[in-house]
């Protein structure tokens, strides 16, 4: 396997990044735009495998409380987005959305959420069932009220993710795949020795964004006792034919309990319908059922009734990091070079402005981190065949846009070689997927997964019987 980056195990950072999902990446791509060395260790194969490969992909401009540090750092993120995905090709649309009330009741909660969202400096504003409707058309005949919040944003967190990995490595950042941490050791002089599966790696500080296995990770270093465990949740894909109809994400009303379930656009053009939400023990228990699955979907046709169970195209389920603690980002009470950096949900709304302030803390913690003048700030143009204006110029291009290997999704051989040779480079069909959605549309990769492993396994050097399906497990088994 490929390992991206040039320095590797057996040597000094002075950080090392725990972690390879979207907070663990944002991180160690702020970190590598100065002048202190940084490593990131992920236990699976590739980055963006755990919450962040799995959620609604929605860059929130609201989640919870006025007066928190995870408030704070959305509204810092929220106004980035457009400026960010720009120069990091990552597809983000800011198109609002409407939470509906049902009932009374839910009208009533709806001026609470309107009272949260202006003291946190939010825009919102209380809708009759005509604006509604205006609105969103799809949207029940039922409905008795509706909070407008203009600023709500759909993002893809799985090129996202990629994105700040690719930017990191650009600049110089060391990641080490496959390297599940196995002990931490503190040194007479301050520092960590971090060992994984892979080698060991020296570091002054450890920042701590491993998601659900963030308290094994803290045990280890022999930090305070953080609770934290997988909360599983479901999802239903919509078909592009139905979910273009769509106008702006759908919000059920929030209870003091949960969120709920919600109809969210996409950017690839479909549509996802959940969450659930169900505290579990393994975090690899990824799989889903069918009476949760018909009752999110009934749920979601309490919102937009038109929604019917043909035009569901897959189903999967992935675990977000509950824990005591809803967001955590600051230093561990107990061992001073260790800072922990997790959220429950939003961890892909609050990422830029996560990293900036880890950043700051670190600095403040005696960390040497001058901004360098030789940044790379953007990556290279990465156009999709799908959402190019004008296909002709990326024929002339490079030829192999002409050469389609997923139809449903439009996703060409020039976009998935770009992938295979990447910074931080696809090794499975997974990861192809992934960054390139391919295999994403109604055949759910009946039609492409053969070109797809074929152009994998090319890049690999691997065979039919060994080239990976997933970070895990590979096509042949």
Known sequence: MKTPGTRGFDESFDVAVIGGGVLGTAVAARLSATSASVCLLEAENDVCEGASKGNAGVAVSY??????????????????????????????RRIGGVMVALNDSEASRL?????????AGVRGELLDPAQVRHIEPLITADCVAGLHMP?????????????YADLA???????????????????????????????RVRARFIVNAAGVAAGQIAQLAGGEALH???????????????????????????????????????????????????????????ATDYDTVAALIESA????????????????????????????????????????C?????????????????LELLREAGLPAEDRADTVIAL??????????????????????????CACEHVSAAEINRTLTAPVPATSVDGVRKRTGAAYGRCQGSLCSAGITFMTALSTNTGPATVRQTSQGTVGA
């Open 380 to 405: 290279p143009p990465s156009p999709r065949l799908r959402t190019a204006a004008n296909p002709d110029a990326l024929f002339a291009q490079d030829a192999l846009f002409g050469q389609i290997v």
């Open 228 to 286: 934290c465990w997988p909360r599983k949740g479901q999802y239903a894909v919509i078909d592009r034919l139905f979910a273009e109809r769509l106008s702006t994400i759908v919000f059920c009303t929030h209870s003091p309990d949960t969120k709920g379930i919600n109809v969210v656009p996409t950017t690839h053009g479909s549509a996802l319908l959940g969450p659930t939400a169900l505290d579990i023990d393994d975090p690899y228990d990824k």
């Open 151 to 163: 600023d709500e944003g759909v993002i893809d967190p799985m090129a996202l993710t990629v994105a």
């Open 63 to 92: 989640y919870g409380p006025p007066g928190t540090l995870e408030t704070e750092l959305i509204n810092r993120s929220c106004p980035r987005w457009e400026e960010l995905c720009a120069r990091l090709g990552v597809p983000y």
């Open 301 to 340: 046709r309490r919102l937009v009734p038109d929604l019917t169970t043909d035009v569901v195209i897959k189903t999967f389920a992935a675990n977000r990091p509950a824990g005591d603690e809803q967001h955590r980002l600051r230093f561990d009470t107990r061992v001073d070079n260790l800072l922990h």
């Open 169 to 199: 490595v650009t600049n110089g950042a060391s990641f080490q795949l496959g390297a599940r941490v196995e002990r931490i050791d503190r040194l007479d002089d301050g520092t960590s020795l971090v060992g994984t599966t892979r080698g």
């Open 111 to 119: 001026d609470h959420t309107l009272g949260e969202l202006e003291q």
């Open 342 to 358: 997790t959220d429950r949900s939003a961890g892909v709304s609050l990422s830029p402005a996560a990293a900036d302030l880890t």
